[in-house]
């Protein structure tokens, strides 16, 4: 049976119609895009950004792109979810409102300034109808709706992934993450070229090092891709939470500091919190 969402009293996503508080007003930037090469981090980032901004009582909605793995499962224990909805039963209706994305919106038991959208373990590209490029910019101009802060983890190949690149076009900043490696960096040159003839604003995108460890050439990377903005170094701790699955779990051992210290930079820059 659907529900529809009833956080906590004066969230933004009660039903009650209340004037929202002025912390909760919509900010500048309000969708952030996370995309990069297979294995950069994306949706550790996106994960760990949002329980930042959720931890710090700002409405954020999470939305996972991937419907070839679908992320939910990987995130987070099925007992830390309220309700199972999918990302697509949205992508399969003829248009999409509000109140179709509220009844699709998965709750975190743990976290009440937090939603998330996404598929659900077994479900493939193939369980439900294709959708078009229209309807992934009404999911995108809806969620706004939804939330003031929106996250969105994009797949890597947008050739094949329309949410993703469309969520690339009409975000409001996108972060851009590559491995301290050349492969990672030709992954994303093949990519890029996809998008220019569409509405890729290159000014909105932050190039970010992702995952960087203390033995690699940071330095190398940095003068290939030039003006890195955010250099995010790699944490055991946060590695083997994302093997338990359970990435929004508090980070407490030292090797995370530097971990968070960067996706805290990462929010006040982008969303100002």
């Known amino acids: 049976m659907n529900r529809v969402l009833n956080f906590m009293k004066g969230s933004i996503f009660s039903r009650s119609k209340t004037v929202p508080a ?38 954020v909605a999470l939305l996972l792109c991937d419907m070839t793995a679908p992320m939910l499962p990987c995130i987070c224990p099925p007992s830390d979810l309220e309700v199972e909805h ?30 998330i959208i996404g598929m659900l373990k077994g479900e493939n590209v193939f369980t439900y109808p294709p959708y078009t490029q229209e309807l992934a910019a009404e999911l995108i101009d809806h969620l706004r709706d939804i ?26 900043s996108v972060l851009r993450l ?5 492969k990672s960096v030709s992954y994303l040159s093949s990519q890029l070229p996809l998008l220019r ?4 604003d290159a000014d909105k995108q932050y ?33 083997n939470l994302a093997l338990c699955g359970d990435l929004f779990k508090a980070l407490s051992l030292k090797d995370s500091r530097g971990f968070r210290t960067e996706i805290a930079k990462i929010a006040k820059e982008v969303f100002g919190v």
């Open 147 to 172: 939330a003031p802060y929106i996250i969105i983890d994009c797949s890597s190949p947008i050739a094949h992934d329309i949410l993703s690149a469309v969520a690339l076009m009409e975000a409001d």
């Open 22 to 59: 002025p912390e909760e007003l919509k900010p500048d930037v309000q969708v952030l895009a996370i995309w990069g090469s297979p294995g950069s981090g994306k949706t550790t980032v996106s994960v760990r950004l949002a329980k930042h901004l959720a931890d710090q009582k700002k409405n």
């Open 178 to 182: 590559v491995n301290c490696d050349l």
């Open 197 to 200: 003839d569409q509405k890729w």
């Open 86 to 115: 999918s990302l697509g039963s949205i992508l399969a209706a003829t248009h999409v409102t509000d109140l179709l994305i509220r009844q699709n919106c998965i709750t975190h038991k743990k976290m009440s300034h937090l939603t």
């Open 207 to 239: 190039k970010v090092a992702s995952n960087l460890k203390s033995n690699q050439a940071g330095e190398h990377i940095e003068q290939v891709l030039g003006n890195l903005v955010f250099k995010i170094p790699h944490s055991e701790e946060l590695e």
